[in-house]
């Protein structure tokens, strides 16, 4: 059974550009959220979907925005990218809330 | 406000012994937790998660255990071996409220020395 999916596993950007990353959950997996793991604050949430619609939003600027396809695919976007965006981020999917989320393996997102 | 936390950075056992990694939590709103561990340059695997309503859960060497009125669970790994050497993560969720999220510990480094 695949796993979930991020695209592209690696990136560079430099400050003020915009940036969209992917993921593709498991099969039959609706709910898809989106995590940031740097050294200092760890796994912090960012946002969830369900069924195209955002459940819920972490503590994060408007740069951060993210949407979900009727398929369950998700992306996120960063825009006027700054230093402290350097960052993993993370895509999980789950079969509903109670149910473990599954992790993708990442992208690494660095910011010249 | 750390709502969890593990508050060992590391731990060092002996292949063929028990890991016990902690793990406390201050929201009592939290009825769902998990244990992921994590190797370099990979995602976070589940593990095990337990729900409130019980206290102990089991998944062949690997038991979760969830003391609800003191704030702590725990995970146990027996036998250990070199291959669990990884981070291991600790989250928390509230299922039922409308703020779901996993809320993750900073996590523990365990080491299996053969």
């Known amino acids: 059974k695949a796993g979930v999916t991020q695209t592209p596993r690696y990136l560079i950007k430099t400050r003020g550009q915009q940036v969209t990353l992917s993921c593709s959950p498991i099969?039959?997996?609706?709910?898809v959220s989106w995590y940031q793991q740097t050294p200092g604050q760890g796994l912090q949430f960012l946002f969830e979907y369900f069924s195209e619609t955002q459940r819920n939003k972490g503590n994060f600027p408007g740069r951060f925005s993210g949407r979900q396809f009727s398929n369950s695919r998700s992306e996120m976007n960063v825009s006027t990218l700054e230093l402290g965006d350097s960052a993993l981020y993370l895509c999980?999917?789950?079969?509903?809330?109670?149910?473990?989320?599954?992790f993708g393996d990442g992208t690494r997102l660095s910011i010249l | 406000d750390q709502q969890v936390k593990q508050n060992s950075p590391s731990l060092s056992v002996q292949e063929g012994r028990i890991s016990i990694l902690n793990c406390d939590y201050t929201?009592?709103?939290?009825?769902?937790f998990l244990w992921y561990k994590k190797y370099p340059a990979e995602g976070p695997t589940f593990l095990i998660s337990i729900s409130s309503i019980k206290d102990k859960n089991e998944d062949g060497r690997f038991t979760v255990f969830l003391n609800k009125s003191a704030k702590h669970l725990s995970l146990h790994i027996v036998p250990s071996q070199p291959g669990d050497s990884a981070v291991y993560f600790c989250?928390?969720?509230?299922?039922?409220?409308?703020?779901?999220?996993?809320?993750f510990g900073k996590g523990t480094l365990l080491t299996v020395n053969p």
């Open positions: 999980a999917s789950s079969l509903a809330r109670g149910q473990p989320q599954h």
């Open positions: 989250a928390a969720s509230e299922v039922g409220g409308s703020n779901y999220k996993l809320t």
């Open positions: 099969s039959g997996h609706r709910s």
């Open positions: 929201n009592s709103m939290f009825d769902y």
